[in-house]
């Protein structure tokens, strides 16, 4: 679909490719990266990182969904990824994302959020963009509410991982909440 | 789990028959529904036939649980609910509608608290939710009655004649079902 690539102030986002593969076998093996995610495995295995970014190019391609790669332009060297799943019929998209331990601390996932939210509303033509942290990872959240969303609700015990429940945070921005000048 | 009948002073659950498919046709058709719910309108015939067809076959493979809600006196339908489990996260969300001649009688409530009930002792489930449009808010004092707990309001999150619909959730934990029950 798409050729969609990004440059903030200090990153690219672009489209996920086979040589990030063993950065993102690397990071995302790190469980405190991985607990805080819905689907990211543990432990993560050898092959996960290509599959899952030969997928990604495919539902990029059919454009159900985009996952970007979270560059550092500086140095060139991949973070994380974010993702960004709409669902057409209710003009209205999901974000999730996660960060390699080593970037963490920096705003990068606040600056890549930022950019990924402007690409729903103005590329994407949604109404809604919605996500959801972990009640046991506020850090998250906090992101969250500095691009503008809005808390929304707690859902309790929701997800089940690694053999307990964990309670979901779900946050919105909504078209006419968002600001164009920002 | 093939003959599962669900028992209340005034109402019986049992699986969806091909029986049921003129009062689907007849209950279904009524605005006041489809302004509830996804059922479309005006609803189509075959939409019936293929609605039962469907759900006996979820119910075969344990994929899904869609009763008719038959009020006892008479052995008339007034409606259906459905019980659908995501097994991984050990949960499951519940949709329902009761024929217009049939409202005001506490069969939803009745039916609400059974498949509840269904949910835990039989499914195993950790949680059960629900969600309805903030424009039928009479569902949520179903919700409410039947011992749900409201968790947020998702603004906008369905496109749904025409508009966009804010969706209110509410859920039981295993933990509340049982706390109230005690």
């Known amino acids: ?30 469980y405190d990266v991985a607990k805080m995610t819905l689907n990211i495995p543990h432990p993560y295995p050898a092959d996960g990182a290509s599959k899952f970014i030969k997928r990604s190019q495919y539902a ?26 709409p669902e057409y019929q209710h003009y209205r998209a999901e974000v999730g994302y996660w960060i390699g331990k080593p970037y963490w601390g920096n705003g990068y996932v606040t600056e890549a959020l930022k950019r990924v939210i402007q690409f729903g509303f103005e590329t994407l033509d949604l109404n809604r963009i919605d996500a959801a942290h972990r009640s046991d990872n ?10 503008g969303m809005i808390y929304e609700g707690t859902f309790r015990q929701v997800t089940f991982r690694d053999g307990a429940y964990s309670d979901l945070k779900y946050y919105a921005i909504l078209r006419e909440e968002y600001d164009t000048s920002s | 789990m093939k003959t599962l009948i669900l028992d209340s002073d005034t109402i019986r659950m049992r699986r969806l028959e091909h029986a049921d498919i003129p009062s689907i046709i007849e209950y279904a058709s009524d605005i006041e529904i489809a302004k509830n719910t996804y059922v479309p309108h005006p609803y189509p015939p075959e939409a019936a036939i293929e609605f039962v067809t469907m759900t006996r076959e979820a119910w075969n493979n344990d994929d899904g649980y869609t009763f008719a809600l038959i009020e006892k006196q008479h052995g008339d339908f007034v409606g259906v609910m459905g019980l659908h489990p995501e097994p991984r996260h050990y949960r499951g969300e519940i949709g329902y509608w009761i024929g ?10 009745q039916a609400l608290r059974l498949i509840i009930q269904f949910g835990f002792e039989k499914v195993s489930l950790n949680r059960v939710s629900a969600r ?51």
Do not use: C
Not at chain 1, 1 to 30: N, S, W
Not at chain 1, 67 to 77: P, Q, R, S
Not at chain 2, 149 to 173: N, P
């Open chain 1, 1 to 30: 679909m798409g050729d969609y690539e990004f440059f903030t102030q200090r990153l690219i986002l672009r489209r996920l490719k086979p040589d990030d593969a063993p950065h993102m076998v690397t990071l995302a093996g790190d």
């Open chain 1, 60 to 85: 990029w391609d059919a454009g159900e969904r985009y996952g970007f790669a979270i560059v550092l332009k500086e140095t060139d060297t991949f973070m994380g990824v974010i993702g960004i799943i």
């Open chain 1, 138 to 147: 506020p850090a998250s959240g906090r992101v969250m509410e500095k691009v």
């Open chain 2, 100 to 109: 217009k001649p049939h409202w005001g009688k506490g069969y939803a409530t």
């Open chain 2, 132 to 182: 309805h449009f903030t424009t039928n808010p009479a569902s949520g004092r179903v919700m409410q009655k039947a011992g749900m707990i409201y968790e947020g309001t998702s603004r906008q999150e369905m496109y749904h004649q025409d508009t966009f619909k804010d969706t209110v959730l509410y859920a039981i934990l295993k933990e509340d079902y049982h706390a109230q029950n005690s």
